[in-house]
């Protein structure tokens, strides 16, 4: 059991630069606990900090792992996703028969991550996970994390910010933020 972060309370940073990119490299760890007799593994992430995660992972699995990593992007509107068609940055034969780990930066009311599901359930797939840095744990859907970096109470008002990068002039640092 990990101890509960405390949340630095003059930046709202729940997570450092060092410790967000140790629960990346869990999370590689897990993925590749579940998935180890596969040859190849498709890591879905959705666009946007989804898909930066997807890198980040993709890097850490091909170090701790012989498995073939395909990484595809998954677009839709997450304002308006009943509205929004699900696109991927490849054609679903690319996935046919193969494992899949649909993945994304915050997990909240499940409502992306159950949309993006869509292209997924089209083909015939040997299995399909879900993995998040954050979950927040206020589930509207019936959509689980089966990897979660870290599982983080929240108020409904409050709001989880995930930064992967540091941007040009230093102002984001790369790090979980809780405002």
């Known amino acids: 059991m990990q101890p509960e972060q ?15 990119k140790q629960k990346i490299r869990r999370l590689a760890f897990e993925i590749y606990e579940e998935n180890f ?5 498709i890591l879905a992430g959705i666009e946007g900090m989804g898909m930066i995660l997807t890198k980040e ?3 850490e699995l ?3 792992s012989p498995l073939e990593i395909k990484q595809i992007c998954v677009r839709l509107d997450k304002l308006q996703p009943t509205q929004s068609e699900v696109i991927l940055d490849c054609e679903p ?6 494992s899949i780990v649909l993945i994304d930066d915050v997990l909240n009311t499940g409502r992306t991550l159950a949309y993006s599901l869509r292209p997924f359930l089209k083909v015939r ?4 996970h879900t993995a ?12 689980a994390a089966d990897f979660a970096g870290l599982r983080l109470s929240t108020t409904l008002q409050e709001r989880i910010e995930v930064i ?15 405002h």
């Open 57 to 59: 992972l993709a890097e």
């Open 125 to 128: 797939i040997k299995a399909l």
């Open 164 to 178: 992967l990068y540091e941007d040009n002039d230093n102002v984001k640092k790369c790090g979980v933020y809780l």
């Open 132 to 143: 998040v840095l954050i979950d927040r744990g206020h589930h509207s859907f019936p959509i």
């Open 93 to 98: 034969s690319v996935f046919e028969n193969q």
């Open 6 to 20: 405390k949340p630095n309370k003059e930046t709202g940073q729940i997570l450092t630069a060092e410790q967000t």
């Open 37 to 41: 007799e596969e040859k190849m593994l």
């Open 62 to 64: 091909q170090q701790i």
